[in-house]
């Protein structure tokens, strides 16, 4: 059973509680979230036909590196990249190469920017050039899936409500919800507790409380849900080449709800989809 910890009392390491932050922490991580979703933001006219991962990672350096920021994956755990690329079936942890994206692709791209000592941590998916309908219907229903999730962020909730409201959904529109990775506590830490299920039942897992800062970031396959990592022992991928998507947030919750740290400021939350409102 997890116990919570006063976050200022904490060290700065996963020790298995969950940090709860006071409410002046949670401009630290606004900002460090803000930078990460600008990032995100610029590559959106970056993202098209030939470029080539490795650009991408070398853009998202220097912007971290003109602001002050350092990319949280560079050199962690012996990774050697600034972002993290996953193309069409990669699930996630997709190292960036000099292969040249190609049209039709999609690619979720995962962003952390360390800025005064918070973890600023959220990825989109981008559409290469023009996509096929089965792939853009797939990164709407992730994409719906992350604010069903985030909705039921709120104190007295439990953990399993998130992945209940992700999971509903997403296999009412026969697709399957990766299980392998979750999201996770952030701030202070890279990877925190408590761990955040994109599956499960409404009526189990940690009592969210004020203070409590975590990543919503569901993996959700046109396909089955199981996944295998490659050789390099990062890259993860679908075990039956189905296409697969991810949206990410880093979310706080607050004494009446929820405070999504790493909204778009210019509104392009869904690059290449069309506007919520519309």
């Known amino acids: 059973m997890l116990t919570y910890v006063d976050a200022d009392s904490a ?8 940090r709860l932050y006071k409410p002046e922490d949670f401009e630290g991580m606004r900002r460090a979230c803000q930078l990460t979703a600008r990032c995100l933001d610029e590559l959106v ?6 470029v080539t991962t490795n650009q991408i990672d070398r853009f998202v350096f220097e912007f971290g590196m003109d602001h002050g920021a350092v990319p949280a994956t560079l050199n962690y755990r012996g990774y050697t990249k600034s972002v993290c690329t996953s193309i069409n079936h990669v699930v996630c942890h997709g190292i960036p190469d000099d292969k040249p994206l ?8 995962d962003v952390t920017y360390v800025l005064d000592g918070w973890y600023g941590d959220s990825s989109r998916m981008y559409p290469v050039g023009k996509i096929k309908r089965a792939a853009e219907r797939l990164l709407e229903v992730t994409h719906k899936c992350l ?12 953990m399993g409500a998130i992945g209940a409201a992700i999971q509903e ?18 701030g202070r830490i890279f990877h925190d507790a408590p761990n955040v299920l994109h599956y499960g039942k409404r009526n189990e897992g940690p009592e969210m409380k004020p203070g409590m800062i975590f990543t919503i970031e569901p993996m959700i396959n046109l396909g089955k ?6 050789s390099d022992g990062w890259t993860a991928v679908t075990r039956d ?12 919750v ?3 709800g929820c405070e999504i740290f790493t909204l778009s400021p210019a509104g392009l939350d869904r690059p290449g989809l069309p506007p919520l409102s519309e």
Not at 45 to 50: D, Q, Y
Not at 178 to 184: I, K
């Open 169 to 186: 959904y997403a296999e009412s529109e026969r697709c399957s919800v990766v299980r392998d990775f979750c999201g996770h506590g952030v």
């Open 11 to 18: 060290p700065l390491r996963n020790i298995g509680k969950i």
């Open 254 to 256: 607050t004494e009446t």
């Open 147 to 158: 604010m069903l999730g985030i909705a039921e962020v709120k104190p007295g909730a439990r």
């Open 45 to 50: 006219s970056i993202v098209k036909p030939g």
């Open 225 to 230: 849900p199981h996944v295998k990592i490659l």
């Open 102 to 109: 190609r049209e039709g692709d999609i690619v979720n791209i």
């Open 241 to 252: 080449r189905s296409l697969t998507a991810q949206y990410e947030h880093a979310v706080g």
